[in-house]
């Protein structure tokens, strides 16, 4: 099992990435609900729309609690595991849009992970694997090309 975890200050869910007996492929996204006490509630999956067959991981929501980035080797890409955009479409969090591949721009035919996006300085940063060397880099990509409003 590989869970990666990214802990969210802005809302009370957790999202992990996590490969059990009932995930769609390999790694999943899953999410849980942060209770009063402090406590998790149960894990839950975010369904099938924004799981593949492979893998997903690494999550940023913004701040509208819509908009989810992820990486993921399952969607159609440009290499191995490229970044994706995908919207909440209900309050179940388990209805999500098809993600779409945020393109050329930032993916390659390497390894691209680790979105987070700074929403103020509208850039997005993220790491990317070239040649067996991992890096961060940045991209400007404006606010209304990522979020639904």
């Not at 609900?33 to 924004?50: A, F, P, R, S």
């Not at 595991?81 to 849009?97: E, G, Q």
């Not at 390659?108 to 979105?115: L, R, T």
Request: aromatic residues 12%; contains cysteine.
């Amino acid at each position: 099992m590989i869970v990666l975890l990214q802990p969210l200050q802005m809302t009370k869910k957790r999202f992990s990435g996590i490969e059990t007996d009932f995930t769609q492929g390999g790694i999943d996204l899953y999410f849980t609900n942060i209770k009063e006490d402090g406590t998790y509630g149960l894990l839950q999956n975010m369904g099938k729309t924004i799981n593949s067959a492979a893998n997903e991981g690494i999550v940023n929501l913004l701040s509208d609690q819509k908009t989810l980035l992820f990486c993921s080797n399952g969607f159609s890409a440009y290499g191995d595991f490229d970044i994706f955009v995908s919207y909440r479409l209900d309050d179940t969090w388990k209805k999500w849009s098809e993600p779409v591949n945020l393109g050329s721009k930032i993916n390659g035919i390497n390894f691209e992970s680790s979105p987070f996006y700074d929403e103020e300085n509208e850039l997005l940063f993220f790491t990317k694997s070239i040649e067996g060397r991992l890096g961060l880099y940045t991209v400007k990509l404006p606010k209304l090309e990522l979020m639904k409003q």
